[in-house]
């Protein structure tokens, strides 16, 4: 039987990112982000509910996040759902739930590409196998030359709609 751990959240960033660079290499940056959830109860009272996610990247990811997520960035990511244990002040064993990236990208005005804060991010970040390697081209190919820029053309109103056809064609 198959099985499915993903969560895709977005929301907003509540810290500025913490991170731990480690002896072999690799990198973690952990962030709270806050999903919204809006809805009228039934004295018609406008409710608003605040659910909180503790979130990790890690290695390549986690630079992107250091360098560029500030607290209150908005952010979309998917990730898979993880429970950690760990032994409280009292000495009780406790359980918390945290999310491990998988993939996110940068929403909202705090995107390089829309005037915002940061300087190069890039567009979205992956854990993923690097991109295939060019193919070789058997023969040298000239430059494609630039097209003259044309002017679009004025797209056509649609045709308005005709209901005098009756029930007929209808498969029930």
């Known amino acids: 039987m198959a099985s499915l751990n993903k969560v895709i959240l977005i929301g907003n960033v509540g810290n500025d990112p913490e991170v731990k660079y480690f002896d072999g290499g690799s990198v973690?940056?952990?962030?709270s982000l806050a999903t919204n959830?809006?809805?009228?109860?039934?004295?018609?009272?406008?409710?608003?509910?605040?659910?909180?996610f503790r979130v990790e990247?890690?290695?390549?990811?986690?630079?992107?996040?250091e360098k560029y997520l500030k607290k209150g960035n908005q952010l979309y990511v998917e990730g898979r759902l993880r429970t950690e244990t760990y032994t409280d002040k009292e000495g009780k064993e406790r359980?918390?739930?945290g999310?491990?990236?998988q993939?996110?990208?940068?929403?909202?005005?705090?995107?390089?590409?829309?005037?915002g804060q940061f300087e190069s991010a890039p567009r979205q970040q992956q854990q993923a196998a690097?991109?295939?390697?060019?193919?070789?081209?058997?023969?040298?190919q000239p430059a494609p030359q630039a097209a003259p820029a044309r002017q679009a053309a004025p797209?056509?109103?649609?045709?308005?709609?005709?209901?005098?056809?009756g029930d007929d064609d209808l498969p029930f």
């Open 57 to 65: 990247f890690w290695n390549e990811q986690a630079k992107t996040i």
């Open 99 to 101: 999310v491990r990236a």
């Open 103 to 115: 993939t996110f990208q940068f929403i909202g005005s705090n995107r390089p590409e829309d005037g």
């Open 28 to 31: 973690v940056a952990r962030v």
């Open 155 to 165: 797209k056509a109103a649609p045709a308005a709609f005709d209901n005098s056809g």
């Open 95 to 97: 359980f918390s739930l």
């Open 37 to 52: 959830e809006t809805y009228t109860n039934r004295n018609n009272e406008r409710v608003e509910q605040t659910e909180w």
């Open 130 to 140: 690097p991109a295939p390697a060019p193919r070789p081209q058997a023969q040298a």
